[in-house]
Every structure is written in C-alpha cells, then in structure tokens.
C-alpha cells in the first residue's frame, strides 16, 4: 500500500510517535518519513492530530515514546530552539504573527536562526515573493489582515534559509486567488533552491496535486500514504477529503 | 514658590530610583507574567552589597578618592545582584513554570522574606550608616526663605539614570537580545521554534533588572547614607506601585510611573503631612487599579490575534 519514500535517504524519519495531552493520546503510532527534496503532504480532518505532528517534531509537546531523526540525528529530546537551529522551520497553525512587533521585526526574527548571514538578499527575496509585505515593513503583526499575516508567517519562515520547511495550513483564510499563489510559491521555493516541505493542508485537492507524497492522518494514525496521484485517484480519498469538487 | 522647586528636585531624584527598581518588576512580569515580590529585597540586598565593597575599598585597600570608589562599588554590587537574582530564578521560579499560576508568586514571596531575614542575621538589624561623599550642593537661588540646593548626588543620579535609560532602550529597541525579550514576551512558544533559547533569555532578563536595581540601591545608598535589611519592603512595593501606575508589562510606564510616585510622595510630605506620604503613594495603587486597571501607558486586556 505505502510507497517507499525514493532511493534518497530521509531527511526527516519519524518513527512510531505517541504524544500525549494529560492523559488522552493524540498521536498513537505515526510512523512518516521526508526526503531531501520531496514536498510531502499531509491531510486529515479536523481533531486528527496533523498540528501535534508538526509541534512534536519541535519537541513541544514532546513525544512520548517513537523516534524523530533529522538528518541522520535523533532529535527527539532535543530543546525545542535547538531543533529550529538544525535548520528546521515552520509556519505553525494559527500563524503566530509576534502581534507588537512590526512586519519587519518579525522577519529579523526569522533571520536570527541563521544569524542574519544573508538577510539583505533574503528580505528583497520575501518581499518580491509577497509585495505586500514590503508595503506594511513598518505595520505592527497584530494588525495585519488574516491573509498578510499568513504571508508574514511563511516570509519569517524562509528568512532563515531552512533545509526542511514545514507549512501547517499555509492556505487557510486566504482568498482563492492568494491561496494558488501561496502553492506557487512553494512549488517555486521547491524547484528552485531544494527546499525540502512539509505541508499540512485542508485543500486536500491543491495539496496533493502539488506534493510528490502525501499521508492521510485519521484520529492519530496514519491510514494511508503514495504519490499525490495515487492518493488523489482513490475514491476514499475523494469522498472524505474531495467532496466540493474544486 | 522656592519649596516648590526644592521639592521637584527631591522627587525627580527619588522618582529615579523607584524607576529603575520598577523596570525590573516590569520586565520580570513582561516576559513571565509573574509578580516577582522578592524585586524590593534585591533592591536592598544590593545597596547592601555596595555597602560592602565601599567598606572594602575605603578601609582594607585604602582607596580615598570617593568618585571611583562609588563608581567601583556600582559596579560590584550590579555584578554580585545580578549573579544572585540569576541564581534566585534557577532555584526559587524555573521548576515552578508551567506550574499553577500563584506557585511562583509564593515562591516570590519566601524569596523575599528569605533575603530580608538573611541581611539581617549577615548584617545585623540596626541602620549601616556612611557619610556622605559628595557632600558639596550646588545652590540654585539665595534669599527668598531658604536656599534652593541640588547636592552632587542629586545631579549623579538624575545624569546616571538617564544614561542608563537611554542605553537600555536602545537595547530593548534595536539589539537581538532585547527582541528575543520581546518575542518571547508576546508568544514564548513562537520565539523558541524561531531558535531563541527561552530559559536563557529569562535569566538575562533577571540579571538585567537585578543590574539596574543595584544602581538603584547604590545610589540610594549615596543618596541617603543608610541602610537597613527591612529598605527592601517600602521602596520596592512603591516602585511595584509605579509599575502598576505606568502599565504593568510597559517600560516607559515603569519610568514614568517612578517619577510620579517620587514626586507624589515628596510633594505630599512638603505641602500635607510627612505621617501620610505613603498613604498617599498606596492609595494611588488602589486608585489605578481600580479606575485604570491597565496604568498610563499599559495596553488594555483586550487585543485582536
Ligand atoms: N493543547 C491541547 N490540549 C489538549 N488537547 C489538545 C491540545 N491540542 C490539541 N488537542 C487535541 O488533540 C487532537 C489533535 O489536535 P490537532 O490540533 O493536532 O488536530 P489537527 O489535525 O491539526 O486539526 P485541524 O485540522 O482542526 O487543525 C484533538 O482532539 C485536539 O482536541
Ligand atoms: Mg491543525
């Protein structure tokens, strides 16, 4: 059933993760692995487990029992800022814009992980990416639009340069329009430079059309895994996460 | 209108000193949403440790040149508090985070009475007095009832407290660690998955208000010439009360509230009655907190994101 991720080797192998909230698990075995180079999805419904995924592999919370190897290393104890250090980045759910810093700022803090080392070519990039952002440099985050604010949180995302970027929801609350610009960007990001991404979606369609794998998560497992294709032409697919018809 | 002005001095300088303590509580509950009760104490343990070191100087090394012994004495006393409030966090407030909200405040509050009864067994109970080493004032007007006088140490501390204003503004504003301070502040969650080191960030955080309450306690030190275990407890709950005053969490309010406070307290001795002048400065907490729960320049509860 599952594909076997190309003859690369992984740059980020997760094996039989649990994590746990108190007492009630939320992750009970999930197994998934990225390649270098590879845009890998994942999708699910609502309450599947697809955000604590992408912040336990942050250590925040920390898996309870599993293995998280990034690059060859067991990272699944280390602290939460020195797994960012590794060169992993995310733009996590809900966006998490610093809400009294301005757009600026927040890109500096994105440029910090890499301590600035090429932050004058990186800013020029993010704003050709997203011109808005150039127009709001000095608007404060918390008064950016939902769809700026998404923006400003995959810009702060890349302005470290990061090996593996992992993306929860990038198109959430965005107008179509912006939404297919954002996957461009990520398409772009991809092909041009290597970018290794993880993307949690809930534009299945969109997602799995631009990823090379996919993984389908139900209740803290994951159901089912193959090529965006594949997973696009099974009919489960399609009638739990298709419906709409895009 | 010669005591009004003698009385402004007076309160700008005092306003000073509770400001510099205010910006400790400040950051402290800026970063960690904690009223560290303990600030008032590591205020006094501080004025305490310059105390020592000018001992040291003036009698043991026989320095005599009371500019750089005060000078030398700052500097000891910011190094040695900040090395204890560094300590204090480690122990008394880390392994509480994360816990239920008043853990750390309890823990705070036996911090507290931890240093006051540990100067006081070190120390002894009584007053340590010194004399004053800038005993020269500047007279600003003759005639009139009395003569209006700045002393030395009013003018250090005034140009001191600026200076230091200043360069820990632009720390805060424009340096990593003071947006590192600032993100964690606003989503400590967010700043470690952008690689801050949020346990290092908040000892720095303590390490830099114990250092401006060490220059806050040696120049009260300088100021007043005394000192007690038990000057922890009124300055610090008056410079929390600035805090309160400016907006909890906002370092401009600190300072502003300090000097308001400062000048509240002095006027109000000068113009009413001295029994009452810290009735008046608690008052004014109650009042705040009452009518203006988020201070004078604190932002309100509510906020969009
Ligand atoms: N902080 C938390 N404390 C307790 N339970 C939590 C917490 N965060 C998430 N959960 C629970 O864990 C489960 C998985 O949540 P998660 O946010 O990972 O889902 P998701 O797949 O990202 O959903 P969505 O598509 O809605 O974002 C849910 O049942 C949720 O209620
Ligand atoms: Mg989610």
Known sequence: MSVEANAKPALLEIKGIKTYYGNIIALKGVDLSVAEGEIVTLIGANGAGKSTLMMTIFGSPRAREGQIIYNGRNITKLA????????????????????????????????????????????????????????RATQRGGT??????????????????????????????LAPLIALQIFDVIRDLNK?????????????????????????????????????????????????????GH | MDLFLQELINGVTLGAIYGLIAIGYTMVYGIIGMVNFAHGDVFMLSAFIALLFLLLLTQKLGVTFMPLVFVLAALGSMLMTSVWNWAIERIAYRPLRGSFRLAP????????????????????????????????????????????????????????????????????????????QRACEQDMKMAALLGVDVNRTVSLTFIIGAALAAVAGSLYLMKYGVINF?????????????????????????????????????FWSAYFSTDYKDIAAFSILAITLVFLPSGLLGRPEVEKV
Not at chain 1, 84 to 102: H, K, N, T, W, Y
Not at chain 1, 200 to 214: S, T
């Open chain 1, 144 to 173: 950016l639009s939902g769809g700026e604010q998404q923006m400003l949180a995959i810009a702060r995302a890349i302005m470290s340069r990061p090996r593996l970027l992992m993306l929860d929801e990038p198109s959430l609350g």
């Open chain 2, 230 to 266: 038990a000057d922890g407890f009124l300055p610090g709950t008056k410079a929390f009360t600035a805090a309160v005053l400016g907006g909890i969490g906002s370092l401009p309010g600190a300072v502003l509230g300090g000097l308001l406070i400062g000048l509240i307290e002095t």
């Open chain 2, 105 to 180: 405040l309890i823990s705070a509050i036996g911090m507290s009475i931890f240093l006051s009864n540990f100067v006081q067994v070190a120390q002894g109970p009584r007053n340590k007095p010194i004399s004053n080493p800038f005993g020269r004032s500047i007279t600003l007007t003759h005639g009139g009832q009395f003569n209006v006088t700045m002393s030395y140490s009013d003018v250090i501390i005034v140009v001191v407290t600026i200076a230091l204003l200043a360069g820990f503004w632009f720390m805060v504003r424009h340096t990593s660690l003071g947006r590192s």
């Open chain 1, 80 to 135: 939460t800022h020195e797994i960012a250090r590794l060169g992993i980045a995310q733009s996590p759910e809900g966006r998490r814009i610093f809400p009294r810093m301005s757009v600026y700022e927040n890109l500096q803090m994105g440029a910090s992980l890499n301590n600035f080392a090429h932050f004058t070519e990186d800013l020029e990039r993010v704003y050709t990416l997203f011109p808005r952002l150039k127009d």
């Open chain 1, 192 to 244: 041009r430079e290597g970018l290794t991404v993880l993307l949690v979606e809930q534009n299945a369609f969109g997602a799995l059309k631009l990823a090379d794998r996919g993984y389908v998560m139900v209740n803290g497992l994951i159901t089912m895994s193959g090529t965006g294709k594949e997973l696009l032409a099974r009919p489960e697919v399609q009638a739990a996460y298709l419906e709409g």
